[in-house]
Each structure stands twice: as C-alpha cells, then as structure tokens.
C-alpha cells in the first residue's frame, strides 16, 4: 500500500520529516512521485531528486518498493540532522526534476556526522 499524504500542516522548522511528507510536497511540488538518492561526491554527501518517478510505467520499484526506499532514506536524513534544510529546499527549490538532469541538494551536515558516510 502507498504511503498516504496527510494534509499540509505547519511543523517546527527543526521537526523530523515523515515520508509522507516529503511525499506530498513532490506531488504538489512537481505532480508526481519522484525516485530520491543520497550521493557522495567529491567529498560532499547529495540529495539527489531523479527524473524517474513512480507513476512512470518503465519506473523499476513497485509502489511497495519505493515507500520503503522512501521510508530508510528519510530515516537516514532525519538521524543526519538535516531534515530542515531538507524540507526548505524541497519547499523553495525553483529547479524541476528534467529527463536526464537530477536536482542536487549539497547537504551541510553539523560536526561529527559526515565521517559517518565521507571517507
């Protein structure tokens, strides 16, 4: 079963994010449910939000496949501290996921938790 959205609702900016936040800002944001991926390059650790979205019929998930993926990486941004910055960008980006083209979120993760994913 998919995650559902719940209705918007004002939270604290330093507030965990749900999936099923994240969830209803790309549906309102860009009308569908796009593949996001944590990156690591050249030092610095990505979000990245794909081109691929789950409405798409080549998308290679299954609606059960992306709320889990959905779920652990929204876990992973949340333990990273980073869920405000996260929601912000989602929130204010002026950029639009583009065949071929991810959106990137350099993400400034506080002290100590970057040795956790850069080496």
């Not at 994240?22 to 309102?28: A, T």
């Not at 990505?46 to 779920?71: D, H, I, K, N, R």
């Not at 990137?104 to 100590?112: K, Q, R, T, V, Y």
Request: proline letters at 6%; zero cysteines; aromatic letters at 8%.
């Amino acid at each position: 079963m998919l995650l559902r959205a719940p209705a918007s609702v004002t939270l604290p900016p330093d507030a965990p994010l749900s999936s099923a936040e994240v969830l209803e800002i790309l549906r309102q944001r860009w009308q569908a449910s796009y593949d996001l991926q944590l990156i690591v390059r050249r030092g610095r650790l990505y979000l990245q939000v794909m081109w691929g979205y789950l409405e798409q019929q080549s998308f290679p998930m299954t609606a059960e496949q992306y709320e889990a993926q959905l779920e652990d990486l929204v876990a992973t941004l949340n333990g990273l501290g980073v869920a405000a910055q996260v929601r912000g960008w989602l929130l204010t980006t002026t950029d639009k996921p583009r065949l071929g083209k991810a959106m990137n979120l350099a993400l400034d993760l506080p002290e100590g938790r970057a040795s956790e994913f850069l080496i």
